[in-house]
């Protein structure tokens, strides 16, 4: 599905890095995976740099996420939330679009969060910026679909993957009996199913897709 492509995976050690670069070699990319943290300014841009020219940039973007009450959220968190989740992301596509539209066209895929797509509690702070993220995709992808350069999103939950779901809280039996009662297809979501989903977008076969945003949940944030 991807042969002929060269991706790059931002922060590949965290969130749905692993399973995305695994997928996405067997699906015949050249996998280019960076685990520099991209907080700082400079850092995306330098990570689009080291990896030369790309056709695909995925944007996965990850850190613990604060369970803080909306009363109690102060300053540096909102600002060290939206550092790590919302500022990375113009500096990766300004870094990305120049050899994009040099090798005429590209795909940008922004691993991002259903929590953006239905409320809860004491996540206020990080869904805002998982919503930012999601509405940053939505101009930019009718922005730059004109240069061939398609732009989109996954809003996931209840994915399994180590940042978010690691195996102490799996074991935990409150959040299997959450898992019953919250998500309609009563399990995870397999990293490899997200992971393929992902390929999907990237490849040339999603060439249909502009700006859209795609819920992989479970069902959960469509009830």
Not at 206 to 220: L, T
């Amino acid at each position: 599905m991807l042969s002929g492509k060269r991706v790059l995976v931002t922060q590949c050690a965290d969130f749905m890095g692993p399973a995305l670069c695994e997928v996405l070699a067997e699906q015949g990319a050249e996998v280019v995976c960076s685990e520099r943290a991209l907080s700082e300014p400079g850092d995306a841009e330098a990570v689009v740099r080291d990896a030369g020219g790309i056709d695909v940039l995925v944007a996965n973007l990850a850190l613990k996420a604060p369970s803080t009450p909306v009363d109690a959220v102060d300053d540096a968190e909102w600002r060290e939330v939206f550092a790590a989740l919302v500022d990375p992301l113009p500096r990766l596509v300004r870094a990305a679009v120049p050899g994009m539209r040099q090798r005429g066209g590209g795909r940008i895929l922004v691993i991002g969060s259903a929590s953006a797509l239905r409320g809860m509690k004491r996540a206020s702070t990080y869904s805002a910026a998982r919503g930012a993220q999601l509405a940053y995709v939505q101009a930019t992808g009718v922005e730059l679909a004109p240069l061939k350069i398609q732009v989109n999103a996954i809003a996931q939950n209840f994915v399994d993957n180590p940042t978010y779901f690691p195996p102490a809280v799996q074991a935990n039996p409150r959040f299997q009996e959450r898992l019953a009662r919250e998500v309609p297809l009563g399990r995870l979501v397999t990293a490899h199913e997200d992971a393929m989903f992902a390929a999907y977008l990237c490849s040339d076969a999603a060439g249909c897709f502009v700006g859209q945003v795609f819920p992989v949940c479970g069902g959960w944030a469509v009830r």
